[in-house]
């Protein structure tokens, strides 16, 4: 029998034990970027739900990993980690493909010209790293034609 709350259980602990991820942010920031990790991973994992347990190993690692990495690109981005313009096409490009894997092949994913402004928000000094995270999560949703976000 599958025990799709202990996937679950094991996905969030993998994201609230790991103070890398959010350990950049101030509490407020932390926090919804840690509610997105949360919704993210509770979603792929309940697509695991008629897999036996090394099938969805298998599905999960790549995607739960896609998650992670996400987080902590995003919250290094919110504090201004990512200067120099060549840093930010990488981030952009790197958070694309990391958004496709954690969302699958359905998602519309936003143009390089959108991704690129809302990057370049960051170098408004009335942008905060909370309100940063919220609108990078909102461009995301936005595209996702499953409504999953």
């Keep these: 029998m599958v025990d799709i709350e202990a996937r679950i259980q094991r ?5 609230t034990g790991n103070e890398a991820l959010l350990g950049m942010l101030e509490e407020n920031a932390a926090a919804e970027m840690l509610e997105w990790g949360i919704m993210m991973s509770k979603s792929i994992v309940n697509e ?3 897999m036996d347990d090394l099938a969805a190993d298998l599905s999960l690692l790549p995607r739960l990993k896609a998650v992670r990495r996400s987080m902590r690109s995003i919250g290094n981005w919110a504090v ?3 200067i120099k313009p060549e840093d930010r096409i990488w ?18 994913l936003p143009d390089v010209e959108t991704m690129d402004n809302l990057i370049n928000q960051v170098d408004d000094s ?3 790293p909370h309100q ?7 461009l995301i949703a936005k595209n996702d034609t ?3 976000l």
């Design 48 to 50: 695991t739900n008629e």
């Design 126 to 128: 009335s942008s905060t």
């Design 132 to 138: 940063l995270i919220i609108n990078m999560i909102q």
């Design 11 to 15: 996905a969030i602990s993998e994201l």
């Design 91 to 108: 981030l952009r490009d790197k958070l694309l493909e990391q958004f496709k894997l954690i969302l699958g092949d359905d998602i519309v």
């Design 146 to 148: 499953q409504g999953e």
């Design 80 to 82: 201004g980690e990512y």
